[in-house]
């Protein structure tokens, strides 16, 4: 553990100032996406729009997300990163604004449609940048860093955004009014990020770098692939759409908790992600990659079988907690493998292709989520979610196991391409 935290810190001093720079604004760009995450819902709530118009305001902005991620990697692999940067947080923060400024659902849709293709561009830069900007030496722990400190952000927003609301609460005159202060709170944090960005000392892309290109014959050749790697992320993204969104209005409607309860729940979760990143890579390397995103989901259902039927708030808190940290651990593993298994010139192609398979799920399923809450209910909805969960670990499980065989005289395993189901 000591030596495991020597380098970590060995590496982290080798860091460019240009990472530096990047990772402060990405925390910073964090904050204002978890203050949004814990508040919209509940904001839009006391506005008075039912849980159906809800769902279609989140689908909205995963609808910009998925049409605008493959073609912004096309874009982020040819030009340099640092105008887009600062053109996607203006964006963001505009449509933001607009959002939580509009009271026509219409008009909403639009604006989150907008600021979902905006949030795309800085997401989607992070894995360019990275490379551009770092040696192999640091490389896996930059990446690792950026996920963690995306996490701690979170952290950082989901308390804030609870006992900010509570506080301007009294000096807003109402609770809808302290919501929109803490949002445009939030926006305003978001916004300071252009400092890390506007000092960052940008390079184009080096004629060494792959640039993604999709080519018949490409897809004909790893079309299956393709299909396969995006299976899981699909499927899990269906089954978190129908009922994530919607969990702080969860904990409001079935328990009547607090704003400043919800944030803490919510920052007790990223807790619980924090500790399943960390972890992950160690549960990795004894039990496989593949074997420990499925072992991970399946073991987040009897959590999920708790929130849906449980009536007993600390009860749904720990296994609101539990699943959270189970289902996300076996997020970056997936990436991992998926650029594991994938060719260099590919891999921003695939990369893309994963984000496009979670958020057009998603798209898909908090509209209908919405809608099932509001006539049924959430256990109904969660059960739902559960069959989803349930469907891709074994889909994932069946594409993929065969390719991790256990190294001989180790441990650990090695990944084996050519036995990728096809």
Known sequence: MKASLREYAVSIKLFTKNARLYLFGSFLIGINHSVFQVLLNLYLKEQGFPEGEIGLIASAGAVGMTLMAVPAAILLSRVRLKPILITAVLAGATFSSLVISSHILSLILLFSFCNGMAFTYFRVAAGPFYMRNSSPRERTHLFSFSFGSYILSGMVGSLGAGRLS?????????????????????????????????????????????????????????????????????????????????????????????????????????????????????????????????????ASIPFMLTLSYSYVLP????????????????????????????????????????????????????????????????????????????????????????TEVREVGSHGWKLVREEVVV
């Not at 299976?231 to 129908?242: D, I, P, Q, R, S």
């Not at 209005?249 to 803490?264: N, P």
């Open 315 to 402: 009860l749904a808190v720990f296994a609101f907690i539990m699943r959270g940290g189970l289902m996300n651990l076996g997020v970056p593993i997936v990436t991992n493998l998926g650029m594991e298994l994938s060719d260099k010139k590919e891999q921003g192609l695939v990369n893309a292709l994963l984000m496009v398979a979670w958020t057009s799920a998603w798209m898909i399923s908090s509209a209908i989520g919405g809608h099932l809450i509001e006539l049924y209910g959430y256990t109904f909805t969660m059960n739902i979610t559960i069959g989803f969960y349930v469907v891709s670990s074994i889909a994932f499980y069946q594409f993929f196991h065969n």
């Open 166 to 298: 509570t506080v301007l609460e009294a000096s807003a005159g109402s609770l809808v009014q302290a919501y929109q202060y803490t949002l445009f709170t939030g926006i305003g944090i978001s916004l300071l990020s252009l400092i890390p960005i506007l000092l960052i000392v940008a390079h184009s892309p080096s004629g060494e770098e792959n640039r993604i290109i999709i080519s018949k014959e490409q897809i004909r050749k790893r079309g299956s692939f393709y299909i396969k790697i995006c299976f899981a992320n699909f499927f899990v993204g269906m089954g978190a759409g129908l009922v994530i969104p919607f969990l702080n209005l969860y904990f409001q409607d079935r328990f009547s908790v607090s704003v400043q309860s919800i944030g803490i729940f919510f920052f007790l979760v990223q807790c619980a992600m924090l500790i399943g990143t960390m972890s992950g890579p160690l549960l990795a390397k004894r039990f496989g990659l593949v074997r420990t995103v499925v072992f991970t989901q399946l």
